[in-house]
Nanobody
Framework: QVQLVESGGGLVQAGGSLRLSCVASGRTFSSYAMGWFRQAPGKEREFVAAISWSGGSTYNLDSVKGRFTISRDNAKNTVYLQMNSLKPEDTAIYYC????????????????WGQGTQVTVSS
């Protein structure tokens, strides 16, 4: 099985930046499409960003486009989410997810999920 571990969350002021990391187990990481999702307290989980297995294609939620960037380093079995110009409404638990397909999806159709990392943006 694949294990995913997120890190990099924390408390940041509005306008600040954070970089989230997700480290995956296994030697077939390059064959997995990856996604980032988030869930605020009392709200529905939503798609944030995704990247193909090769890193050649990326997708973003409209509200984070231009502020968040997803990338991957297959040699390190790691996916990143660079978050700039953070807003209070970005406060949520952020989860990474993996699926054994070349292309990602914006739905919740992923096979593996991490435990999440808390991001809190203060005013």
């Amino acid at each position: 099985q694949v294990q995913l571990v997120e890190s990099g969350g924390g408390l940041v002021q509005a306008g600040g930046s954070l970089r989230l990391s997700c480290v995956a187990s296994g030697r077939t990481f390059s064959s997995y499409a990856m996604g980032w999702f988030r869930q605020a307290p009392g709200k529905e989980r939503e798609f944030v960003a995704a990247i193909s297995w090769s890193g050649g294609s990326t997708y973003n939620l409209d509200s984070v486009k231009g502020r968040f960037t997803i990338s991957r380093d297959n040699a390190k079995n790691t996916v990143y989410l660079q978050m700039n110009s953070l807003k209070p409404e970005d406060t949520a638990i952020y989860y990474c997810a993996a699926r054994p397909l070349a292309l990602p999806t914006m739905t919740f159709d992923y096979d593996y999920w991490g435990q999440g990392t808390q991001v809190t943006v203060s005013s």
